[in-house]
């Protein structure tokens, strides 16, 4: 009535896929839209989309998203193409890229922060990192 439709268009931010607590999934792990996991992941993560992880959600191996929000923890590399926000329940151990990173009080990160656009520079593991200074017994 009144040229309404009666469907419902889905929202955009609705979750598309769920990995639920107490699961497991091994190898690479592609998806669209947005994808929560409060289970584990083995193996590479890969999308255009958002990657919800949970508070139990648990991400060995890279990450390549869109958006990554975390309350998790993640071992390996995330590189994201808009955005990245760690919760202050969330671990990283690896590199971050992000054009804009959220840490809450509370995450950790073992790695390198690098806020550029992924497109301009991406995690190269034959960059080196910036070295610390070293008193000059070590010069040659």
């Known amino acids: 009535m009144f040229g309404r439709s009666s469907k419902k268009m889905p929202r955009q931010e609705a979750i598309s896929a769920f990995l639920g607590a107490g699961t497991q999934y091994h190898g690479q792990f ?3 839209g947005v994808v929560r996991i409060d289970g584990g992941v083995i193996g590479d993560i890969i ?12 991400v060995e ?7 990554l929000v975390s309350s998790g923890h993640i071992v390996g590399d995330v590189e994201a193409a808009s955005r990245a926000t ?7 151990c690896g590199n971050l890229l992000a ?11 073992n790695g390198f922060v690098r806020m550029a ?13 910036p070295q610390a200074l070293t008193s000059g017994d070590d010069a040659p």
């Open 30 to 32: 592609n998806f669209q």
């Open 99 to 109: 054009p804009a990173v959220i840490i809450e009080e509370g995450a950790t990160i």
């Open 117 to 129: 656009a992924p497109e301009n520079a991406a995690l190269d593991e034959s960059e080196a990192p």
């Open 86 to 92: 760690l919760f202050n329940r969330s671990s990283l």
């Open 61 to 67: 191996g890279r990450i390549q998203v869109a958006e």
């Open 47 to 58: 999308s255009d989309g958002t990657l919800v992880l949970g508070e139990q959600g648990y």
